[in-house]
C-alpha cells in the first residue's frame, strides 16, 4: 500500500485554466505538507495543515488554496495557472507539530503550457 | 535566502569509495535531517541528528552535527550504485504554527561502476 499517494502524477494544462492536486495518506498522521521543486531542484514548503487546520503558510500566490477535508487527505487548487507555476509538486505528511519525519508523495510533475 | 546551503552541489564518484556532503546552515534548529530523491521520484528520510546529538550512525551513513558552526556532513562509506541520487538535508525549527522543514539545496550524486 503506497503511504502518500498523490494525483495526478502528471498535469498538462494551458495558462489561465484551474487545476487541482490531491494528496492522501494511510499512516494515521495528523500534519501534512504542500512543496514545490523547481527545475533547479529547489524545494519550498507552501502549506501546512495540522488536524485539518492551517499552520503554516509561505507568501505563496493567493492563487493557490489547499483544502484538507480530514487528516487523511490534503488538496491543492490553482487558480489562472501561469507558466511560472510549472514544477514538481509534493505532498508530505507527518506525525505532530515537531520536526519529526515527513513522509513524501511521489509528486505530481505541472507543465503550464 | 536559502535555509540550508549544500556542497557539493555534484558529486562523482567510483563504487566503493566514500562520498561525503556538507550542508549549512543559518538559524537555530531543533534537529537537522537528511533526505534522498531518486530521480523522478519523492524523497525518502534517511536519518535525523537532534541539536544535542553530534553524530549518528545508520548502516553505511554517518552524520555529523556541528552546532556552533551550524554545519553538518552526510557521509556514505562503500558506496553502490544504487546510491546515485540527490541528497537533501533539512532543518527544523520552530515557527508560529510549529517545526518546519528547510531544505537545502542539494547535492547530485552519482556512483560510476
Known amino acids: 500500500d503506497t503511504a502518500v499517494s498523490q494525483t495526478p502524477k502528471y498535469l498538462v494544462t494551458q495558462m489561465g485554466n484551474d487545476k487541482s492536486i490531491k494528496c492522501e495518506q494511510n499512516?494515521?498522521?495528523?500534519?501534512m505538507y504542500w512543496y514545490k521543486q523547481d527545475s533547479k531542484k529547489f524545494l519550498k514548503i507552501m502549506f501546512s495543515y495540522n488536524n485539518k487546520e492551517l499552520i503554516i503558510n509561505e507568501t505563496v500566490p493567493n492563487r493557490f488554496s489547499p483544502k484538507s477535508p480530514d487528516k487523511a487527505h490534503l488538496n491543492l487548487h490553482i487558480n489562472s495557472l501561469e507558466l511560472g507555476d510549472s514544477a514538481v509538486y509534493f505532498c508530505?505528511?507527518?506525525?505532530?507539530?515537531?520536526?519529526?519525519?515527513?513522509?513524501f508523495g511521489a509528486g505530481t510533475r505541472l507543465s503550464v503550457l | 535566502s536559502q535555509q540550508g546551503e549544500e556542497d557539493p552541489q555534484a558529486l562523482s564518484i567510483q563504487e566503493g569509495e566514500n562520498a561525503t556532503m556538507n550542508c549549512s546552515y543559518k538559524t537555530s534548529i531543533n534537529n537537522l535531517q537528511w533526505y534522498r530523491q531518486n530521480s523522478g521520484r519523492g524523497l525518502v528520510h534517511l536519518i535525523l541528528?537532534?541539536?544535542?546529538?553530534r553524530e549518528k550512525h545508520s548502516g553505511r551513513l554517518r552524520v555529523t552535527l556541528d552546532t556552533s558552526k551550524k554545519s553538518s556532513s552526510l557521509l556514505i562509506t562503500a558506496s553502490r550504485a544504487a546510491d546515485t541520487a540527490s541528497y537533501f538535508c533539512?532543518?527544523?525549527?520552530?515557527?508560529?504554527?510549529?517545526?518546519?522543514?528547510?531544505f537545502g539545496t542539494g547535492t547530485q550524486l552519482k556512483v560510476e561502476l
Open positions: 541528528i537532534r541539536s544535542n546529538e
Open positions: 499512516l494515521g498522521h495528523d500534519t
Open positions: 508530505a505528511s507527518t506525525l505532530g507539530v515537531a520536526g519529526n519525519i515527513q513522509y
Open positions: 533539512a532543518t527544523a525549527h520552530i515557527t508560529g504554527g510549529g517545526n518546519k522543514l528547510t
